[in-house]
């Protein structure tokens, strides 16, 4: 899979799973990917506001379309919010270990979606930010 189209800084990016809480993945993952993207929302029902930011409730209610969804959920709640971006024509995502399973990605595949499971976003960008 070619990284490039997911690593573009101008990407609008939808962290699912964004956390208020500094110890938990969902947190460190937001506050990283606002350093790096042009623009980036947090999406968690449970909360108002993530670092200052105002949260929504799932991907229907942002202000715009994402260009990709980043999830740091567990699978089933995966699958639901792949149904979501599948009906809002969203064509990247990247499941951070552990949110994706074999269901989820094949829907993805089945409906054109560009899919990456198995790593981690954030060390990825570290990664390439630092060649």
Request: charged residues 30%.
């Amino acid at each position: 899979m070619n990284l490039e189209p997911f690593l573009r800084r101008e990407n609008t990016v939808a962290v699912v799973g964004a956390s208020r809480n500094p110890k938990k993945w969902g947190y460190k993952l937001y506050r990283f990917f606002k350093r790096y993207y042009r623009k980036v929302y947090p999406v968690n029902p449970r909360a108002g506001e993530i670092d200052g930011d105002k949260a929504y409730p799932d991907l229907k209610s942002l202000p715009e379309k994402p260009d990709l969804v980043d999830l740091v959920v567990p699978p089933a709640v995966a699958r639901e919010v792949v149904r979501d971006a599948i009906r809002m024509g969203i064509k990247m995502i990247w499941f951070q270990p552990g949110s994706e399973d074999e269901e989820v990605i094949k829907e993805c595949l089945k409906a054109g979606i560009n899919v990456i499971w198995g790593r981690c976003l954030m060390e990825t960008i570290g990664y390439h930010s630092h060649e």
